[in-house]
Protein backbone atom coordinates (compact mmCIF):
# COMPACT_ATOMS: atom_id res chain seq x y z
CA UNK A 1 0.00 0.00 0.00
CA UNK A 2 2.95 2.02 0.72
CA UNK A 3 4.56 4.08 -2.23
CA UNK A 4 8.82 4.83 -1.73
CA UNK A 5 10.62 7.46 -3.82
CA UNK A 6 14.25 7.51 -3.35
CA UNK A 7 16.54 10.54 -4.19
CA UNK A 8 20.33 12.16 -3.40
CA UNK A 9 22.15 9.84 -5.65
CA UNK A 10 24.82 11.53 -8.06
CA UNK A 11 28.49 10.78 -8.76
CA UNK A 12 30.93 11.86 -6.05
CA UNK A 13 34.51 11.63 -5.36
CA UNK A 14 35.97 8.84 -2.98
CA UNK A 15 35.92 10.53 0.58
CA UNK A 16 32.73 12.88 -0.21
CA UNK A 17 29.72 12.80 1.22
CA UNK A 18 25.82 12.32 -0.22
CA UNK A 19 22.12 12.30 1.33
CA UNK A 20 19.83 10.02 0.14
CA UNK A 21 15.91 10.69 0.94
CA UNK A 22 13.04 8.20 0.83
CA UNK A 23 9.94 9.62 0.44
CA UNK A 24 7.28 7.48 1.32
CA UNK A 25 3.08 8.43 0.51
CA UNK A 26 -0.22 5.82 0.44
CA UNK A 27 -0.15 4.55 4.19
CA UNK A 28 0.88 5.21 7.73
CA UNK A 29 4.69 5.42 7.67
CA UNK A 30 5.31 5.93 11.72
CA UNK A 31 3.90 1.99 11.87
CA UNK A 32 7.20 0.88 9.37
CA UNK A 33 10.90 -0.52 10.27
CA UNK A 34 12.77 1.06 7.05
CA UNK A 35 16.00 0.08 5.47
CA UNK A 36 18.01 0.90 2.67
CA UNK A 37 20.02 -1.87 0.80
CA UNK A 38 22.17 -1.25 -2.21
CA UNK A 39 23.31 -3.56 -5.49
CA UNK A 40 26.24 -3.18 -7.33
CA UNK A 41 26.71 -4.37 -10.55
CA UNK A 42 26.92 -7.96 -10.83
CA UNK A 43 26.08 -8.41 -6.91
CA UNK A 44 23.31 -9.36 -5.15
CA UNK A 45 21.41 -6.80 -3.01
CA UNK A 46 22.61 -6.30 0.30
CA UNK A 47 21.39 -4.63 3.70
CA UNK A 48 22.97 -1.32 4.62
CA UNK A 49 20.69 -0.25 7.33
CA UNK A 50 17.59 -0.08 9.20
CA UNK A 51 15.64 2.28 11.51
CA UNK A 52 12.67 0.81 13.55
CA UNK A 53 9.39 2.23 13.86
CA UNK A 54 10.68 3.69 17.45
CA UNK A 55 13.97 5.27 16.62
CA UNK A 56 16.29 1.97 16.96
CA UNK A 57 19.16 1.95 14.16
CA UNK A 58 21.55 -0.37 12.37
CA UNK A 59 23.88 -0.42 10.63
CA UNK A 60 26.44 -3.19 8.48
CA UNK A 61 29.88 -3.15 9.74
CA UNK A 62 31.13 -1.89 6.27
CA UNK A 63 29.10 1.64 6.70
CA UNK A 64 29.32 1.93 10.56
CA UNK A 65 30.61 5.06 11.58
CA UNK A 66 30.06 6.51 7.95
CA UNK A 67 26.51 6.56 7.25
CA UNK A 68 23.75 7.52 9.42
CA UNK A 69 20.41 6.88 9.37
CA UNK A 70 17.37 8.79 10.28
CA UNK A 71 13.99 9.34 10.03
CA UNK A 72 10.93 12.58 9.81
CA UNK A 73 7.45 10.81 10.60
CA UNK A 74 6.01 14.04 10.17
CA UNK A 75 7.68 14.72 6.27
CA UNK A 76 7.05 10.86 6.26
CA UNK A 77 10.74 10.39 5.25
CA UNK A 78 13.67 8.65 5.76
CA UNK A 79 17.58 9.50 5.35
CA UNK A 80 21.15 8.11 4.54
CA UNK A 81 23.45 10.18 5.39
CA UNK A 82 26.82 9.18 3.83
CA UNK A 83 30.10 10.84 4.57
CA UNK A 84 33.97 9.46 3.45
CA UNK A 85 31.96 7.77 0.87
CA UNK A 86 34.18 4.82 -0.90
CA UNK A 87 34.60 3.73 -4.44
CA UNK A 88 32.64 0.28 -2.93
CA UNK A 89 29.48 2.44 -2.09
CA UNK A 90 29.02 2.10 -5.48
CA UNK A 91 25.65 0.83 -5.79
CA UNK A 92 22.04 1.70 -6.73
CA UNK A 93 20.34 2.06 -3.25
CA UNK A 94 17.02 1.32 -2.75
CA UNK A 95 15.04 1.73 0.50
CA UNK A 96 12.37 -0.68 1.48
CA UNK A 97 9.84 -0.71 4.04
CA UNK A 98 8.60 -3.36 6.45
CA UNK A 99 5.63 -3.60 8.38
CA UNK A 100 7.06 -5.79 11.06
CA UNK A 101 10.15 -7.73 11.43
CA UNK A 102 9.75 -11.34 12.50
CA UNK A 103 13.79 -12.11 11.43
CA UNK A 104 16.63 -10.50 10.79
CA UNK A 105 16.30 -6.60 9.54
CA UNK A 106 19.21 -7.69 6.91
CA UNK A 107 17.07 -10.30 5.19
CA UNK A 108 15.27 -8.74 1.59
CA UNK A 109 12.49 -11.41 2.57
CA UNK A 110 11.39 -9.18 5.66
CA UNK A 111 10.36 -6.21 3.36
CA UNK A 112 7.10 -5.72 1.66
CA UNK A 113 7.61 -2.52 -0.01
CA UNK A 114 10.45 -1.35 -1.79
CA UNK A 115 11.74 2.03 -4.03
CA UNK A 116 12.81 2.71 -7.79
CA UNK A 117 16.63 2.70 -6.69
CA UNK A 118 19.01 5.69 -6.93
CA UNK A 119 22.12 5.74 -8.54
CA UNK A 120 25.55 6.57 -6.29
CA UNK A 121 28.85 6.16 -8.12
CA UNK A 122 31.82 6.70 -6.19
CA UNK A 123 35.32 7.68 -8.10
CA UNK A 124 38.51 7.72 -7.30
Known amino acids: QVQLVESGGGLVQAGDSLRLSCAAS????????MAWFRQAPGKERESVAA???????YYVDSVKGRFTLSRDNVKNTVYLQMDSLKDEDTAVYYC??????????????????WGQGTQVTVSS
Open 26 to 33: GGSFSRYN
Open 96 to 113: AASSRLSGSWRSRDEYDY
Open 51 to 57: ITKIGWT
